[in-house]
């Protein structure tokens, strides 16, 4: 129901749990990144991503596009929706619920200012969910990576996200 909303403002860039957009379609980006010149790939993670989406900062991302107050309820629900665990009960304070049907797009929404940053410096990027394999020039390397990653978090607010760092750098 809000999807559509959301999936016209998305960052091209963006592949992950998105309709018509697929893993096979990152990889084919990297690759067409790396056959036009794109000497090396950082590969990034954000550890504990879906777990640590703080909910108010998510909302407000929301709100900036649906003012319908009971969606707006729907979604609160849901990311608030208790979870058991043997006999202990609790409602979380971060995160979406994987699995959930609406986790995916609220991933998505959560991270498109970082993949909007990333295009407004001119960095490439290719993100699969909360995987980046980011294809660079020459001169970019994972220190200016992080820097952007930093900004981000930052600037934004968002200090739960935190960038597990260059796992590899291939050349070309």
């Not at 980006?29 to 090396?40: C, W």
């Not at 609160?76 to 619920?97: C, D, I, Q, R, Y």
């Not at 600037?155 to 750098?169: A, L, P, S, T, Y």
Request: glycine share 10%.
């Amino acid at each position: 129901m809000i999807e559509p909303i959301f999936e016209r403002e998305f960052a091209p860039q963006s592949y992950g749990f998105r309709p018509g957009r697929g893993c096979k379609d990152a990889l084919r980006r990297v690759d067409e990144l790396l056959q036009s010149g794109h000497v090396h790939v950082v590969d990034t993670d954000i550890k504990g991503y879906f777990d640590s989406i703080p909910h108010d900062r998510l909302m407000k991302l929301v709100e900036k596009h649906v003012a319908d107050g009971r969606v707006l309820g729907m979604i609160e629900g849901f990311l608030k929706a208790g979870v058991m665990e043997g006999m202990e009960s609790w409602e979380p304070e971060n995160g979406t619920p994987q699995g959930g049907v609406i986790s995916p797009l609220l991933a998505n929404i959560y991270l498109d200012p970082l993949d909007w940053l990333m295009v407004e410096n001119g960095l490439e990027m290719v993100r699969y969910a909360n995987v980046i394999p980011a294809p660079r020039t020459t001169i970019l390397t994972y220190s200016i990576v992080n820097k952007y990653f930093g900004k981000f978090r930052g600037e934004n607010g968002f200090m739960c996200i935190r960038c597990v760092g260059e796992k590899r750098v291939f050349n070309h």
